[in-house]
């Protein structure tokens, strides 16, 4: 019976801190860059997804999307075109789905994801499950 | 013992001075990093004169791309920036408000100049042939569809972002489509500053 009792306190220890600990990131800027020759690439025929068609954002966590074109050629990149070498920081403060036209993807569609930051213990709890699933499936 | 304290608050200010935020950091709007100028725009403005962005040196331009038809995104857009202005009082006489028409097949200047006035008389359209429409949409990276209803008449869906360019020429910053009047309040405040 207190065999059976420890790995139910460990557990529940483990529980109790990924519900109440602060969730926290290395930085806010989400950071996506265009490699130089994408352009080239794709003019010659080869089918480049250099970036994610989705990318999600947590608010008060990684809510602010950095974009930079390594490329040789402008690229219109979210809502604005972004010279060759140049960058771009967007910040966002509302939870909602962005939709931008994107010349660097394929399909010349993004979507943005921003969703609320994780304050509420279950919340916490989903999104440290999930960016440890995410980070363990790369 | 005063090298000493000498190195370290040395140490501070450079620490200091490394972590205060660019002023363009804590712009509402997307930064653009490092600032270039921003592209030619040579058109006919609806006032009748010609539409460059060196016309505008010393004010603010924001900068959109829409057409007098649109019913959705456009009116909200405009009425936005036309808030925008009333909340900066007399500072709103350094901003610009440049509306550059995707649908220069209807938009001639008399029809920009009308459909503009209804929210803001101060602000210009830009109308030109569909090649120097073309060469304006491509030089902002604005993309344009063209769809057509079941009675023939069409609408067009379009970029909708709105271009930040400051008083030296340079384009600074982009706010996306539907940011509220107190965001381009507080942006405008920092770009008229600067």
Redesign the interface.
Known sequence: MRIAAVPLAAALAVLAWAGFAPVSVPSRDELFEIPKGTYARRMAGDKVEILPSRIRLTLGLNDTLLLRNLDDVPQVFGPTILMPGQSFRLPFEKAAEYQFACTAHASGQMTIEVEEEPAMPWSRIHWRVREWWENRTG | MRGFLVAVLSGIAAFANAAAPVAG?SL???????V?AAPALKLTGSDGKPLTLERFRGKVVLLAFGFSNCGEVCPITLATLAGARKKLGADAAAVQVVYVTVDPERDDAAQMRKFLGTFDPTFIGGVGSRTEIDVAQK???I?STRKVNADGSYSIGH?S?I?MIDRAGGLRA?M??GHPADDFVHDLKILLRT
């Open positions: 950091e509402k709007a997307g930064v653009l990093s490092p270039m030089s902002f990276g993309s970029s972002s271009y982009v996306p489509y």
